[in-house]
């Protein structure tokens, strides 16, 4: 049974490019969240989708974006990037918007130059 | 105020040790919490869910004070392999079946032999 899977694990961009993360969740699982991990710093909500719909958003821009898609997975999008989004981007998958236990997956570390 | 707040740490301590952490939480509306593990450049992984009754789990204790909003973790007889970061997690529910978690900055243990 694959755990929650995000694809790439690391990547390197310009600061002013665009960049999409994805991730795949867990089998049997609905819910899609996505958090930002700083170096040093605990994760922090960026937004969670249910039924292919943004239910929830932490206090991040609008360059950030989302999508779910009919078969759960989900992409996170970054605009416009900038140096301090450099950080570990986290996918948590669960089952329901109410899920008891969330499992995240390895994350995708994501280098702004 | 922040939303969770640990223990800054480091904790350095010796095989065999017995080690707390502490962690206290601003919003009286939430609902579940936890204690999550997170090994040096990997994700985070759920260690135990905490409860006012108190909870145990070998050599791990985990509590919950309610009125204190106040979220324990103790490690008896810590061995090397328990060396990671702990975070300090809470869960809140919103629009009646959302939820985000809320972690806090983490508090890194070394075990030393």
């Known amino acids: 049974d694959a755990g929650v899977t995000q694809s790439p694990t690391h990547l390197i961009k310009t600061r002013g490019q665009q960049v999409t993360l994805r991730c795949s969740p867990k089998?049997?699982?609905?819910?899609v969240s996505w958090y930002q991990q700083a170096l040093g710093q605990g994760p922090q909500f960026i937004f969670q989708?249910?039924?292919?719909?943004?239910?929830q958003r932490g206090n991040f821009p609008d360059r950030f974006s989302g999508h779910q898609f009919p078969n759960y997975s989900s992409e996170l999008n970054v605009n416009a990037l900038l140096l301090g989004d450099s950080a570990l981007y986290l996918c948590?998958?669960?089952?329901?918007?109410?899920?008891?236990?969330?499992?995240f997956g390895q994350g995708t570390r994501l280098t702004v130059v | 105020r922040k939303e969770v707040e640990q223990d800054p740490g480091p904790f350095n301590v010796p095989e065999g040790a017995t080690v707390a952490f502490n962690c206290t939480y601003s919003n009286s509306a939430s609902q579940s919490f936890f204690w999550y593990r997170q090994d040096c450049r990997k994700e985070p992984k759920l260690l135990m869910s905490?409860?006012?009754s108190g909870n145990e789990d070998g050599r791990f204790t985990a509590q919950l004070n309610r009125a204190s909003q106040y979220i324990s973790l103790l490690i008896r007889d810590s061995k090397l392999s328990d060396s990671a970061t702990y975070l300090c997690v809470v869960k809140l529910m919103s629009g009646g079946s959302n939820y985000k978690l809320t972690f806090g900055k983490g508090t890194l243990l070394t075990v030393n032999p």
């Open positions: 989708y249910y039924e292919e719909e943004e239910r």
């Open positions: 089998s049997g699982h609905d819910t």
């Open positions: 905490v409860y006012s």
């Open positions: 948590a998958s669960s089952f329901g918007a109410a899920g008891v236990r969330a499992f």
